[in-house]
């Protein structure tokens, strides 16, 4: 069965209400298939990031039907950015996943990116409903990355002033204690134990990951039970130059994963 690429005019915005009452933003690509693929930004970015607008594309083009959101605080969607909130993300896309299904949808692949690819994971081991997990550049160990984040003394200054405003690129975002321990406490090594062994799980990552060491990667691959590991090589965090290659790995193990294949 064929599909025409469509324009954005056929996109639609959907609103999705989290279980805290603030609504989401989303994005509906519809290529008229039940299935359906969620995908999911990471720490201070949006549904409009170049890596999840580039494989929403790149799916939509091959025929499967996908929505992009903001979590909540960030994008178009209401409420306040904060520093953690792994759990409450998951949380987020539990919401997204039961309006979908309410939409007659059947979300079988979800996708993040970054942070968001630690979101998945989480939701995949929380709920295990979801046959196919992309994660893309997540986080394996999230006591990394901190410090060059938050300064050599974060925990110090935390628990001396309960926060610490960090200033990047032009905005500035508090970081609450409670947000920092939120962070912390989320064990990915136990998440990742916890996913059922029918659900297939493809981590991709760079070579030259400057945010994220591929040595993440690696990690997952040995806990995760059901698991493929693809290693894009010269790939940075953002996948500046490799758009094409991710595509290339991530659109045909969603769509291997149909119960119908589209063409």
Known sequence: ????????????????????????????????????????????????????????????????SVFSFDFAGNGESEGTFEYGNYQREADDLCAVIKHLNGMKRIVTAIVGHSKGGDVVLLYASKYRDIKRVVNVAGRYDLKGGIEKRLGRDFLQVIQKEGFIDVKSKGLTYRVTKESLMERLTTNMHEACLNIDSRCRVLTVHGSDDEVIPVDDAMEFDKIIPNHKLHIVEGADHKYTSHQAELASVVVPFIKDGLEHKYS
């Open 1 to 64: 069965m064929a599909h025409s690429e469509q324009t954005p005019e056929k996109h639609q915005r959907i609103i999705v209400q989290n279980n805290y009452g603030e609504k989401l933003v989303g994005v509906l690509r519809d290529s008229k298939t039940m299935e359906i693929a969620v995908l999911c930004h990471g720490f201070r970015s949006s549904k409009e990031s170049s890596t999840i607008a580039n494989l929403a594309a790149a799916l939509e083009k091959e025929g499967v």
